[in-house]
């Protein structure tokens, strides 16, 4: 219950496009939902956070789309670039531990 | 403002000896974690320290230890080294109690032979 599922595991797009990656969780107490994301040789760092009052999250290019009753949040890339290319981590946490729970990663390349 | 420093940078140490990683936080970050990455796990969690005690820990052996200093600096301890703990060792930090937003150091890249 305290897994969060990320998928796909790896992720194509031209350049341009949208890159859509998803996460589902089970624990109904996350209430804090953020994306890392992490170039090669760097740790990974914060791009965007949500939590469940909202269903939706914009800042720029990036997109967090939330979904309480299906237990889902995804991040969306529009106009995907090449500087995009990265692993893209999402996590859950609740506010009675603050210990966040990380998916699997998402490599995401951007093809020019 | 300085990032997370990690140090040293690349370790290379052979089976059975035990290494030191040193993470200086984030000046006026009182939350220090630690992480694992490998290819294959992801990031896993090691152990959290927040004003010196360690207020998390992950499901790692007890050959992995931790411990933060009144500065904030943490160090992290592994103890007879395996070839399975050759990964990317994290080092997060946190402003105050509520860890959730987390600034990450380049690592240290362990390689165990």
């Known amino acids: 219950q305290q897994q969060v599922k990320q998928s796909p595991q790896s992720l194509i797009v031209q350049k341009g496009g949208i890159s859509i990656i998803n996460c589902a969780y089970e624990?109904?107490?996350?209430?804090?939902f953020p994306w890392y994301q992490q170039f090669p040789g760097k740790g990974p760092a914060l791009l965007i956070a949500?939590?469940?009052d909202v269903s939706e999250k914009k800042e720029g290019r990036f997109t967090i789309s939330f979904n309480k009753s299906a237990k889902q949040f995804s991040l969306h890339i529009m106009d995907s670039q090449p500087g995009d290319s990265a692993t893209y981590f999402c996590?859950?946490?609740?506010?009675?531990?603050?210990?966040?729970?990380w998916g699997a990663g998402t490599k995401l390349i951007i093809k020019p | 403002k300085a990032g997370v420093t990690q140090t040293p940078r690349y370790l290379i140490k052979t089976r059975g000896q035990q290494v030191t990683l040193s993470c200086s936080p984030i000046?006026?970050?009182?939350?220090v974690s630690w992480y694992q990455q490998t290819p294959g796990q992801g990031l896993q969690f090691l152990f959290e320290?927040?004003?010196?005690?360690?207020?998390n820990k992950g499901n790692f052996p007890g050959r992995f230890s931790g411990r933060q200093f009144s500065n904030s600096r943490s160090e992290m301890n592994v103890s007879t080294l395996e070839l399975g703990d050759s990964a990317l060792y994290l080092c997060?930090?946190?402003?105050?109690?509520?860890?959730?937003?987390?600034?990450f150091g380049s690592g240290t890249q362990l390689s165990v032979l």
């Open positions: 624990n109904t107490a996350f209430d804090y």
């Open positions: 320290y927040f004003s010196e005690t360690q207020r």
């Open positions: 997060a930090s946190s402003l105050d109690r509520e860890g959730e937003k987390l600034f």
């Open positions: 000046s006026g970050h009182r939350s």
């Open positions: 949500i939590r469940p």
């Open positions: 996590a859950a946490s609740s506010g009675s531990n603050y210990q966040l729970i």
